[in-house]
Nanobody, 128 residues
């Protein structure tokens, strides 16, 4: 059973930066795919950024140019560098991973529906 643990959340002012980390209990990230998702109060969970088995990245339009997803296979870790944070980025951020070779036209939405492993989330709060 793979366990994912997020860290790095916190409270920042608009324009600030945070780096989220997701640590896996086993060597997960050398194959398969993973991503970051978030859920704001009163809203549905949405995709933020994903990286597939070919290391191709996808970003939600709302975070393009501000967020960067990356992996460190040696550390079994997934990261999300978040710059120029906005109050609308306030949410609980979840890490997701799946060991399968997933393919879909809308990869982010697909991963959000089928990912086998999820972390418990880390809170990000951005004040104006």
């Amino acid at each position: 059973q793979v366990q994912l643990v997020e860290s790095g959340g916190g409270s920042v002012q608009a324009g600030g930066s945070l780096t989220l980390s997701c640590a896996a209990s086993v060597h997960t990230f050398s194959t398969g795919c993973m991503g970051w998702f978030r859920q704001a109060p009163g809203k549905s969970r949405e995709g933020v950024a994903t990286i597939d088995q070919n290391h191709q990245t996808t970003y939600a339009d709302s975070v393009k140019g501000r967020f960067t997803i990356s992996t460190d296979n040696a550390q079994n870790a997934l990261y999300l560098q978040m710059n120029d944070l906005k109050p609308d980025d306030t949410a609980i951020y979840y890490c997701a991973a799946d060991p399968r070779n997933l393919v879909s036209r809308d990869f982010m939405a697909f991963l959000g529906r089928v990912a086998r492993y999820w972390g418990r989330g880390t809170q990000v709060t951005v004040s104006s």
